[in-house]
């Protein structure tokens, strides 16, 4: 059974990594960024949004079943 999984900092090294990892599970998948992603993220809604302004992330993880937080600081 598909799971509907949302991850946070999709457009980062990890974050691209495992949007491809459960698109290939069947798995829709759902990335979150405030960057646009240099790659393609395959059949994955995108959704350009800043974690720290909750008003961004409105509906976003509406029917999720997991959440995978890989948002970070670039710098840090």
């Known amino acids: 059974m598909a799971r509907r999984i949302a991850i946070t900092g999709a457009s980062g090294f990890i974050g ?3 949007v491809h990892h459960f698109l290939g599970q069947g798995d829709e998948v ?3 960024d405030w ?3 240099k790659a393609p993220l395959g059949t ?3 959704c350009r ?3 720290s302004k909750s008003e961004q992330l409105k ?4 029917g999720v079943d997991t959440v995978f ?3 970070a600081i ?3």
């Open 59 to 62: 509906g976003v993880f509406e």
């Open 74 to 76: 670039p710098s840090i």
């Open 35 to 37: 960057l646009e992603p």
């Open 30 to 32: 759902i990335a979150t």
């Open 69 to 71: 937080h890989m948002a």
């Open 16 to 18: 691209t990594a495992l």
């Open 44 to 46: 994955a809604r995108f």
């Open 49 to 51: 949004a800043d974690i």
